[in-house]
């Protein structure tokens, strides 16, 4: 039962999914290599720690239902469609266990840019760690994201980018002017097919370019976090998990920044995140040890 890749890349499209969402669904198709879709080889596919997760569990949800709805088309026998039919996907249980992001320090953000090659990686640092963004919507930040005309009008102030977030959702992200300012010499010393081109994907975009790219960010940012110092390696040279540098870490320092040191409120730090709920923002939240420790000193 092998399945073409084009026809369940079609099927998915024709759900009208988001990009993310079929490239994410083509990776685990690409993943579960078994000629039938039974109990037995839903099991064997799962064993694979790397599969555990929500993604590959809708995928298998959308591969199931797929099977079903066109086995004429696929020409599976009946035998095969009934045991797709009786598969159960096994449910995620329990609660997901919760690391805590240990933030960095404001001056860190300085350090790690010394330690970033070029303009356009030191910009992904200052953009992901200033407005933020997740790594979604770093990469997705077109030349017509900015607003430069209403920034023009008083390159002292802030400027907007819009941007979008989990379920492609809208949101702007205020960016600090100086950042605007060398954003603006980035683009206009590099050559751009349209304003409506992404400043950090540069080709065309295929269906693996996305991912490809957002690796090589993590990577080249991983490496500046063990050269400046900021991530600890063991004895046997390998980075400890809580050190290591991350887009999610730039995010969740910002915002520990803003509340610790900026004083800003929850609601403030809210909007700044583009969270729907200031329960999401909560989790943002750090006391200082040092104040703490202050204050059951008195």
Known sequence: MRIAIDKFEEWLRNKNLKERSIENY?????KFIYDVFTQETISKFLSDKTNRNSVARSFL???KKF???NYKELKLTPE???KAVEVELPKLTGRTKKTLVKPLKHEDIALLESFLETEKLKLQLLISYYCALRLGELLKIKIVSFDWKDWGKDTT?????????????????LVPSNIMRRVAKYIKSNSFASLNAKIFI???KDSYNFKNKSRLWQIRLREAGIKSGITTLDEKGKAISGTIVHPHRLRHSYASYLLNEKNLNLKQVQEVLRHTSLQS???YTHINKEDLKKALSR
């Not at 083509?26 to 690409?30: A, D, E, G, K, L």
């Open 61 to 63: 949800r959308n591969f």
């Open 67 to 69: 099977l079903i709805v």
């Open 157 to 173: 102030k802030m400027g907007e980018c819009r941007v979008f977030g989990k379920g492609d959702k809208e949101g702007i992200a």
């Open 80 to 82: 095969a469609r009934i």
């Open 281 to 283: 923002t909560q989790i």
């Open 202 to 204: 540069t080709e065309p």
């Open 26 to 30: 083509i990776y685990y198709f690409n």
